[in-house]
T-cell receptor, first 113, second 115 residues
Framework: DQQVKQNSPSLSVQEGRISILNCDYT??????FLWYKKYPAEGPTFLIS?????DKNEDGRFTVFLNKSAKHLSLHIVPSQPGDSAVYFC????????????FGSGTKLNVKP | GAGVSQTPSNKVTEKGKYVELRCDPI?????LYWYRQSLGQGPEFLIY????????DSGLPNDRFFAVRPEGSVSTLKIQRTERGDSAMYLC?????????????FGPGTRLTVL
């Protein structure tokens, strides 16, 4: 009963183009979402977050979009760089238990030079 | 720069043995989390501490798993009578524990292998 799903295990993109990573969730109580990036042999590092009162949050090359009615969020990276190659996890939590995060299974992004 | 540290980085044990995994959070972070990550999966929540107390231990899979944080800083995850299915990467994270600031800082993890 995975509540956060990332259905694409991998994605390959050319340098300079847009990378779009997708995430779906099933729990309508989720109201806070984060994206993490993970390099090999390191722990995940925080990338960007969004609360359910917004539908978009932007930070430099990274933008997260939230579609509450579809229970879907996406991470856009523009322009993609080879250093962005990593595994990306989305995570979600519900307001009454905001410190308990549910993670997706991750998408491995490969940005080709 | 003191991030979250975890020791050991690798632990190989035999089925039935007892293991302890240690986590040193970022100084001043009141919240501490343990996750388990199996191959090809995302981190799976185990337990969350706010200060010294376990605020939510609903992710611990069974009573062989136990975690403590006696002084509100370092935490130890303890696994009794290990089974081969316990083999995974165990991640620790810490945060300020405030609502709406969910950024968690992860350590590099301890890879546990049960033979």
């Amino acid at each position: 009963d995975q509540q956060v799903k990332q259905n694409s295990p991998s994605l390959s993109v050319q340098e300079g183009r847009i990378s779009i990573l997708n995430c779906d969730y099933t729990n309508s109580m989720f109201d806070y979402f984060l994206w993490y990036k993970k390099y090999p042999a390191e722990g995940p590092t925080f990338l960007i977050s969004i609360s359910s009162i917004k539908d978009k949050n932007e930070d430099g090359r990274f933008t997260v979009f939230l579609n509450k009615s579809a229970k879907h969020l996406s991470l856009h990276i523009v322009p993609s760089q080879p250093g962005d190659s990593a595994v990306y996890f989305c995570a979600a939590s519900a307001g009454d238990n905001f410190n308990k995060f549910y993670f997706g299974s991750g998408t491995k992004l490969n940005v080709k030079p | 720069g003191a991030g979250v540290s975890q020791t050991p980085s690798n632990k190989v044990t035999e089925k039935g043995k007892y293991v302890e995994l240690r986590c040193d959070p970022i100084s001043g972070h009141t919240a501490l989390y343990w996750y388990r990550q199996s191959l090809g999966q995302g981190p799976e929540f185990l337990i969350y501490f706010q200060g010294t107390g376990a605020a939510d231990d609903s992710g611990l899979p069974n009573d062989r798993f136990f975690a403590v944080r006696p002084e509100g800083s370092v935490s130890t995850l303890k696994i009794q009578r290990t089974e081969r299915g316990d083999s995974a990467m165990y991640l620790c994270a810490s945060s300020l524990g405030l609502a709406g600031t969910g950024e968690q800082f992860f350590g590099p993890g301890t890879r546990l292998t049960v033979l």
